[in-house]
């Protein structure tokens, strides 16, 4: 059930109840990039992450199974972060790297991706967009983002016009995911980041009764990984309830952290809880 961000507890605040849900299971820990472990920033490709975000993501990832799931693209993300030893749902869960616990490498692509569908999306959206000032349109795998954070109020709707204009020119072959100021034009098929993560648990056989699943995000492209979780993990939704992008959303997470820092700080006890969910009982 879709709550009011404003109205959920601060997960460092209930640090023991949360302990107590992760009581003798193991974290198997996913976590958003853009907002989760690094700010938004005016421009994607400054998005670094901090070394003391990239340590606390290592120290955990010893611990227990750590994955990212991200709208970036693989090559993009590992620019920005090092993604060594992690496994990795890059385009919202359409392309997945890793390597499951017997060292076999994973499927990397569940479903198809319409590749020359999305070369013509990308060109198309390009040539429309270049006389609209600050509009960047950022070709993946398998999605094509058009970002608007630094296009004009005014503009903007312009930009959504376009979006919705190539979708109709390619009826039931796209489909439009909207994040913080971004359009992301994917493959119209039964794939989100929910059905990555539950294909990663599976993957990974990190079942209900070993593993306590936990999800960090901040967009509105993890509140279909909040769904699929409904009633079986921990979710935790990063951001302030004041901040203008995320005004009037509701969400099905269970518990906020207002900031990147605060998660840097839940990181670390999570590690710690892992560290007591492999000690024997008694």
């Known amino acids: 059930m ?16 949360i302990a107590r849900r992760l009581a003798g299971r193991l974290p198997a820990v996913f976590l958003d990039y853009d907002g989760t472990l690094a ?28 994955c990212l799931v991200t709208g970036r693209d693989l090559t993009e993300l590992e620019r920005l972060m090092d993604v060594d030893d992690l496994v990795v749902a890059a385009n919202h ?3 997945i790297s890793g390597a499951a616990p017997d060292g076999t490498p994973l499927e990397r692509t569940p479903v198809p991706v319409p590749a020359a569908l999305l070369d013509q999306v990308a060109g198309w ?3 429309e967009t270049a006389g609209i000032e600050g509009a960047a349109v950022e070709p993946k795998r398998a999605s094509v983002a ?10 903007r709707p312009r930009v959504a016009r376009l979006v919705a204009e190539v979708v109709e020119r390619h009826p039931g072959e796209l489909r439009v995911t909207p994040g913080k100021l971004v359009f992301e034009l994917q493959p119209a098929v039964d794939w989100d980041k ?50 203008p992008e995320v005004a009037g959303r509701g969400t099905s997470a269970d518990y906020a952290l207002a900031s990147t820092g605060e ?20």
């Open 39 to 66: 700010p938004i920033v005016r421009r994607p490709a400054d998005a670094v992450i901090s070394p003391g975000m990239q340590a606390a993501v290592r120290r955990l990832a010893r611990r227990c199974p750590v």
């Open 194 to 243: 929910g059905r990555a993560v539950l294909h990663l648990l599976r993957a990974l056989d990190l079942s209900a009764e070993r593993a306590a699943p936990v999800y960090l995000g901040d967009d509105v492209t993890d509140e279909h990984a909040f769904e699929a979780l409904d009633g079986r993990g921990l979710r935790v939704f990063v951001g302030r309830a004041d901040d």
């Open 125 to 127: 959206m390009r040539r």
């Open 146 to 155: 058009v970002h608007y954070r630094q296009v004009r109020e005014d503009a």
């Open 263 to 282: 998660v840097e700080r839940f990181l670390g006890l999570l590690a710690d809880w892992a560290v007591t969910a492999h000690r024997p009982s008694g």
């Open 2 to 17: 879709a709550r009011r961000i404003g109205d959920l507890p601060n997960a460092l605040a209930r640090r023991d109840e």
């Open 93 to 95: 869960g359409f392309d």
